[in-house]
């Protein structure tokens, strides 16, 4: 039996990557709906076809791109980030973005900046692990 998605629900997630084992900064990741999905996938991909042979189609994803919107709109918290010194605590900054007619919230692009590209993309593969269905799910 399928379930339906609960769009609020939320994972806590520490990077294995993390430098400080024992006080490691914690992502807390959300879902993205479907209609913020299509967004994204349009956004990142495009289809080529080859008009001479018209079942010939190249898809193409730009990986990077998908990475960061989709961190960009799953992050939802953040506990024990810091500063480029370490010395202060930084508290995720979000803004909205309206996407036909509906306002999402999001990382503003100035807070994007504080993170590494590997991690942007070792998170971004979280949320869409977090969103995938289960195996029980798939067999049925």
Do not use: W
């Not at 960061?68 to 973005?97: C, M, P, V, W, Y």
């Amino acid at each position: 039996m399928f379930k339906a998605v609960d769009i609020t629900a939320t994972k806590r997630y520490v990077s294995p990557n993390d430098p400080d084992s024992k006080n490691p900064t914690v992502f807390i990741i959300g879902s993205i709906d479907p209609a913020l999905r299509a967004h994204i996938d349009g956004k990142c991909s495009t289809i080529e076809v080859d008009e001479k042979k018209s079942e010939k189609r190249v898809v193409r994803v730009n990986a990077t791109q998908y990475s960061i919107l989709t961190f960009k709109f799953g992050l939802r918290g953040l506990e024990n980030f810091f500063s480029t010194d370490g010395s202060t605590a930084l508290q995720l900054n979000l803004g909205n973005h309206n996407i036909s007619g509906v306002s999402y919230p999001c990382v503003t692009e100035e807070f994007m900046k504080n993170f590494h590209p590997d991690l942007i993309s070792e998170i971004a593969e979280e949320i869409v692990k977090f969103q995938s269905l289960s195996v029980a799910e798939i067999k049925n």
